[in-house]
């Protein structure tokens, strides 16, 4: 089928690359976490109280998919779609807290002059942000502020972004939720005391997948093609491939091997790249050979691939200053220590090439 | 004495377990080092190692896979969704977006405009772009297709990051260069190194994606550098902005989070942006400064022999028959390929050399099919070149001058003797001297050896330590150590002979040894004592 692998290969990218669709497949303790986010901002929108909360997990494990599937959600809900404005700040961009106001200011599309910012406190300026949202807008909109990369902004000068949002969470004027997305298990000793005690201390945690069942099934999720999928035939022979890959003994070893490694959705999505990426027209199903491929790039032992470019030389200068490093135990040494010790010399070797000796130089 | 050679069999023991260790890594190379003798013919010693057999088992399993793939023959022209879909679906934080707008509505449109028709070439997308790639970048076919399937069409989604990495002159910048160019989307190249600080970065990158290479936009931090890419995206394209950070171990020094952040790009902006990292470091040694997103690696290899001699006799002047240009490449291969493989030089070493080699052609004493009399001509200026240019000891300039002046007779200087004569002869007053001397021992001495060699009373004789002495190192190798004023001036009273009072003149003369720049003043924080003092002249090693 010419326009069903080219569809395809778009339909997965996206999958891959972009966390609208994930197929459909979320593991059990995803679904909890989900549950309370969910629960929380409800809360907020809904009830008007002001509420923070923590989710934490390692890289790659999905707090950013937490956050945006509870969006959606809310999207889809009646009472809450219009009542809400989401305030996005990321700890590596956001780096100082001047920065994170005027990031907010501008995501609460409020037009402000620079003077006057920088002329109040930051409290007084965040308080002005938000008298200034409510004032305008009339009905009570909550405002969620979601707070990426939450260490780094326990390092800013007095924490006092932190303070402030957690500080206004706590009373009642303006409500609103501070949501903080770390992979610091300990992120709360990080905090000042009085931010700390503001804090709800409500943390949820994220763990990637414990057995390698539900990674199977994940990745069989994310390579299925969906129901309304236009070519009708493509899309049986696909179902069908995927259901014999997924039987596969170099296939399943391959995701065993990745799922030893690293058993988080990134990387299961960059091992799942390489064969997406190979469909044409040509190759329209996917193949185990892909797979391992895959493995294999990923996996490549980058030094010794590196190793294997160097010339002669400089090959015999590494086993020299090998040798060195050794017999110093470890005491630093330099060149002229290598270049005139004994271990470089016994390596020097006159090929019969002429008369001359090529390595002496 | 039992001891040291038990050490230097211990020694050899050691060093043989080394041996052993790295033959499991480098084993062609290893074997090479240690033959006795190499075959009369290069060439087959050469394609034992670098041949073009040489391969890993993974290879011979992807090529089996990708001849399929260079096949593409009948393809339907790529389909291009409606730009507005794609982008209200992509922007997820700036407006309140509905949830459902996704895969549904972007299938339609790809279905709309279907078409089943095989297009003149029969190749489509990307692909069509392959064989004049591969034309012209000999070498690095498995690279160009691992790159093209890996970015994708232009308006597909791709990996965030990509890094791309291998030995000096292996063609990643060239190969990125020629793909971005060739498939005409927005990219930006820029070298860490000449944009040395973020806001540079930022400026040089938002202007080159506008087209303009040589200007500079001006962006003062990470969230208006994201706003200026989304704004650039919106409104000038819907296809992946390309950014590519040549020397990308440089930015582990600028800022802490700028690596990290720069890897997130898609994530950030909520646009297609694609950072291409290219660097001859490996990941490892970046990856602490990455904040734990790892990009998709790309490894470049070393040309093989082959590739290397395709390569470089496509520098064949105009004019000049192919295959004897070839034999002169093949003789400079075989010569310079144990000491670098590195295929910018050798084509600097060869260019050089070339019209060396075609004097004796010129001037008529051999035809060109003579090869071994054009091999013994030219011989002993590769051993010259070699020992010269390569260690950048002359320039090429001084050295085709240096072959002009050898021709013509004028200078006795023969091409094995070193640096031309242009040092300067330094006369030192007599108590310089004494004090240069003086220094260089302060400097080189231990301390504790100074009672035993420049006192002059008679020591008391102490009893020889059973204990067994470790073997110290050099102190010559290891460099020269500072050594305090009043130290410098005990070991100089020690070795003149006659009797001088310490007078300004012989503390002056110390100071116009520091501003000759033979010795050097510490410029540390305590200084309590005096000041401090550092040789830099060395005796021959």
């Not at chain 2, 989307?185 to 040395?196: D, L, S, T």
């Not at chain 2, 790892?294 to 290397?308: A, D, I, K, N, S």
């Not at chain 2, 093949?330 to 019209?355: A, I, K, T």
Request: include cysteine; proline fraction near 4%; aromatic fraction near 8%.
């Amino acid at each position: 089928m010419t326009t069903g692998a080219a569809a395809a290969e778009t339909l997965l990218r996206n999958r891959l690359f972009s966390d609208l669709d994930d197929g459909g497949y979320v593991p059990e303790n995803k679904k909890e976490v989900l549950g309370t986010v969910q629960q929380v901002l409800e809360r907020t929108i809904v009830e008007s109280e002001g509420n923070s909360l923590l989710i934490i997990g390692p890289r790659g494990c999905g707090k950013t998919w937490v956050m945006d599937s509870v969006f959606r959600t809310l999207q889809g809900d009646r009472r809450c779609k219009d009542n809400y404005i989401r305030v996005y700040l990321n700890g590596l961009v956001h780096t100082d807290d001047r920065l994170a106001l005027l990031e907010i200011a501008r995501q609460l599309n409020i037009d402000s002059d620079n003077e006057e910012h920088t002329s109040m406190s930051f409290s007084a300026a965040l308080d002005y942000l938000l008298a200034a949202l409510r004032s305008g807008s009339g009905a009570n909109q909550s405002v969620i502020f979601v707070l990426d990369e939450f260490d780094l902004f326990a390092s800013h000068k007095n924490q006092s972004l932190l303070y402030n949002l957690l500080d206004i969470s706590q009373s009642s004027h303006n409500p609103i939720a501070v949501v903080g997305l770390t992979c610091r298990l300990d992120v709360v000793e990080l905090l000042e005391k009085r931010v700390k005690s503001r804090f709800s201390h409500r943390q949820l945690l994220l763990f990637p997948h414990s057995e390698f069942r539900d990674y199977a099934t994940l990745a069989q999720s994310l390579l299925s093609l969906p129901i309304n999928f236009k070519q009708r035939q493509f899309r049986h022979e696909w179902q069908k491939n995927i259901q014999k890959l997924l039987q596969n003994a170099k296939v399943l070893q391959a995701l065993q091997q990745q799922f030893r490694l690293s058993a988080d959705v990134r990387s299961l999505k960059t091992l799942l790249l390489l064969p997406v990426s190979r469909l044409s027209p040509t190759h329209p199903q996917l193949a185990p050979s892909d797979f391992s491929l895959s493995l294999e790039l990923i996996h490549r032992d980058s030094l010794g691939a590196v190793m294997k470019g160097l010339s002669v030389l400089e090959l015999c200068l590494l086993v020299a200053v090998r040798q060195i490093s050794e017999l110093s135990c470890g005491e630093p040494f330099n060149f002229e220590m290598v270049y005139c010790g004994k271990q470089w010399s016994s390596l020097l070797v006159t090929p019969r090439y002429g008369n001359h000796s090529i390595l002496q130089l | 004495m039992s001891s040291t050679a038990s050490m230097r069999r211990s020694q050899r023991h050691r060093a043989k377990s080394f041996k052993s260790e790295l033959e499991d890594g480098v084993q062609a190379t290893y074997k090479a080092i240690k033959l006795k003798s190499l075959e009369k013919d290069g060439r087959c010693a050469s394609n034992r190692i670098y041949g073009e057999d040489y391969e890993d088992d993974g290879e011979k399993a992807v090529d089996e896979v990708e001849e399929e793939l260079t096949e593409t023959d009948s393809a339907s022209e790529e389909q291009h969704p409606k730009r507005t879909t794609k982008k209200s679906a992509r922007n997820r934080v700036e407006q309140v977006s509905d949830g459902d707008t996704g895969d549904a509505g972007r299938q339609e449109e790809e279905e709309e405009e279907g078409e089943d028709g095989v297009g003149e070439d029969g190749v489509h997308g990307r692909w069509r772009h392959y064989h004049s790639l591969c034309s012209r970048l000999p070498g690095r076919e498995r690279q160009i297709q691992l790159l093209l399937s890996l970015l994708g069409e232009p308006r597909q989604l791709t990996c965030p990051a990509l890094y791309v990495y291998g030995n000096t002159s292996t063609g990643k910048t060239l190969v990125l260069k020629t793909i971005l160019s060739s498939l005409q989307v927005p990219h930006a190249f820029v070298n860490c190194i000449e944009c040395y600080s973020p806001k540079l970065l930022y400026g040089t990158i938002l202007a080159h994606l506008m087209g303009d290479t040589s200007g500079y936009v001006r962006c003062d931090s990470m969230p208006s550098f994201i706003r200026s890419l989304q704004s650039f995206a919106d409104e000038r394209t819907a296809e992946t902005m390309y950014i590519v950070l040549d020397k990308a171990e440089r930015l582990r020094e600028m800022n802490a989070t700028l690596l990290p952040s720069l890897l997130r790009l898609s994530e950030l902006t909520h646009r297609q942006v694609c950072t291409i990292l290219v660097s001859e470091l490996v990941w490892e040694k970046l990856a602490m400064s990455a904040g734990g997103l790892r990009p998709y690696p790309l490894h470049f290899p070393q040309y093989t022999r082959g590739e290397v001699l395709a390569i470089m006799s496509l520098d064949c002047p105009e004019g000049e028959p192919l295959s004897f240009y070839r034999t002169f490449v093949n003789h400079v291969w075989n010569v310079f390929q144990y000491v670098c493989r590195d295929l910018g030089e050798l084509r600097y070493l060869s260019s050089l050399l070339y019209p060396k080699y075609c004097e004796p052609v010129e001037s008529g004493e051999t035809s060109r099919q003579e090869t071994r009399k054009l091999w013994r001509h030219i011989e002993p200026y590769f051993r010259g070149v070699m020992s010269k240019i390569h260690l950048r000891e002359i320039s090429s300039a001084q050295w085709v001058k240096a072959q002009v002046q050898m021709d013509s007779g004028e200078t006795s200087t023969s091409l094995a003797q070193g640096v031309p004569q242009s040092k300067a002869v330094l006369e030192l007053p007599y108590f310089s001297k004494y004090l240069l001397i003086a220094s260089y021992l302060a400097s080189y001495n231990p301390s504790k050896t100074d009672k035993k060699f420049f006192s002059k009373q008679k020591q008391a004789r102490t009893r020889k330590s059973k204990k067994p002495r470790k073997e110290k190192p050099n102190h010559q190798l290891l460099g020269p150590k500072p050594f305090p004023l009043d130290r410098l001036m005990a070991i100089f009273y020690s070795i003149l002979e006659e009797a001088v009072a310490p007078s300004a003149d012989i503390y002056s003369q110390i100071s116009s040894l520091v501003t000759l720049q033979l010795v050097s003043q510490l410029h540390t924080k305590d200084l309590l004592d005096g000041p401090k003092y550092k040789v830099y002249t060395m005796l021959p090693v």
